[in-house]
Nanobody
Framework: QVQLSESGGGSVQPGGTLKLACSLSESSGWTSCIGWFRQAQGKEREALAGICRAGGSKYYADSVTGRFPVTREGDQGPGYLQMDRLRQEDTAMYYC????????????????????WGQGTQVTVSS
């Protein structure tokens, strides 16, 4: 069973920066792509970004385009979510997920496209 672990969360003031990391216990075809999601208290989980390999296509939700660049080390290495210009509405639990190569255009933002999930890391943006 592949295990994912997020790190890098914490508390920050509005306008601040955090960088989340997603580490994988092992790699396979089932960990070809990494997606990032978040869930604020009382709200549904929201897809943020997806990436399959370093140098490959990156996919972003409108809410984070231009603020949260996603990267990955190599084809199967850890994934990262750089979070810039944070806002209070970015406060949430952030999750990474890993899955097979994307097949459909909507896969980067579809929870069902991912097989493994981390436990999440809390991000709090407050003045």
């Amino acid at each position: 069973q592949v295990q994912l672990s997020e790190s890098g969360g914490g508390s920050v003031q509005p306008g601040g920066t955090l960088k989340l990391a997603c580490s994988l216990s092992e790699s396979s075809g089932w960990t070809s792509c990494i997606g990032w999601f978040r869930q604020a208290q009382g709200k549904e989980r929201e897809a943020l970004a997806g990436i399959c390999r370093a140098g490959g296509s990156k996919y972003y939700a409108d809410s984070v385009t231009g603020r949260f660049p996603v990267t990955r080390e190599g084809d199967q290495g850890p994934g990262y979510l750089q979070m810039d210009r944070l806002r209070q509405e970015d406060t949430a639990m952030y999750y990474c997920a890993a899955g097979p190569p994307y097949v459909r255009p909507g896969d980067p933002f579809d929870e069902r496209a991912y097989k493994y999930w981390g436990q999440g890391t809390q991000v709090t943006v407050s003045s």
